[in-house]
């Protein structure tokens, strides 16, 4: 069944980064859009970029764009997420997502399981 | 960014009540809006997509409505297991924004 399974959970100081990686399986690697969106302790939803894994082409949102770098591995169907200078704000939940595009159905419908990211000195 | 804003924040309901959610676009997204529902400890679950289009699996009882800015999810006969939170989602244009989640609580 389609699958994203990601990395561990990460406790990081202040000013270090991290890297989360989100691997497919399932379907094919280079036909569905993953996006990354991480959500604070009983916040909500923050949308933080795409990779096309056909391109592969990245866009990232705007607040985030001089701190994160989504790349990826086609040979092994794994995107990575790399966040440079964490703060405290930045501990959350995050998430991989596949976007769908079909017909019968458009939206995220496979979340990865999450990967919790503390930043705390 | 599209801004999106649901209301309320927090509906205190009973179950087989019908609810009715709200998300508003701060400019048109056409009907290129989605709603997801989260359970405590769960990853979000697709629900609508095209504002009124059911996602795969889910039951009748909910519903959607809307275009252009204003959008609606209704849920009838409300179940104990659709106690949880709500988020629309706009993706008619980057970058994709969510509302900030309506809390279904009994």
């Known amino acids: 069944q389609v699958q994203l399974v990601q990395s561990g959970a990460e406790v990081k100081k202040p000013g270090a980064s991290v890297r989360v990686s989100c691997k497919a399986s399932?379907?094919?690697?280079?036909?569905?859009?993953i996006h990354w969106i991480r959500q604070a302790r009983g916040q909500g939803l923050e949308w933080m970029g795409i990779?096309?894994?056909?391109?592969?082409?990245?866009v990232y949102a705007q607040r985030f764009q001089d701190r994160v770098t989504m790349t990826m591995d086609t040979s092994t169907g794994t995107v990575y997420m790399d966040l440079r200078s964490l703060r405290s704000d930045d501990t959350a939940i995050y998430y991989c997502?596949?976007?769908?595009?079909?017909?019968?159905?458009?939206?995220?419908?496979?979340w990865g399981q999450g990967t919790l990211v503390t930043v705390s000195s | 960014e599209i801004v999106m804003t649901q209301s309320p924040d927090t509906l205190s309901v009973s179950p087989r009540e019908r609810v009715t959610l709200s998300c508003r676009a701060g400019?048109?997204?056409?009907?290129?809006l989605a709603w997801y529902q989260q359970k405590p400890g769960q990853v979000p679950r697709l629900l609508l997509f095209g504002a009124s289009s059911r996602a795969t699996g889910v039951p009748v009882r909910f519903s959607g409505s809307g275009s252009g800015t204003d959008f609606t999810l209704t849920i009838n006969n409300l179940q104990s297991e659709d106690f949880a939170v709500y988020f629309c989602?706009?993706?008619?244009?980057?970058?994709?924004?969510f509302g900030q989640g309506t809390n279904l609580e009994i």
């Open positions: 400019q048109s997204v056409s009907n290129n």
């Open positions: 997502v596949r976007w769908l595009t079909a017909v019968t159905q458009t939206g995220f419908d496979t």
């Open positions: 399932g379907y094919r690697f280079t036909s569905y859009y």
């Open positions: 990779i096309d894994p056909s391109g592969p082409t990245t």
């Open positions: 989602q706009q993706y008619n244009a980057w970058p994709y924004t």
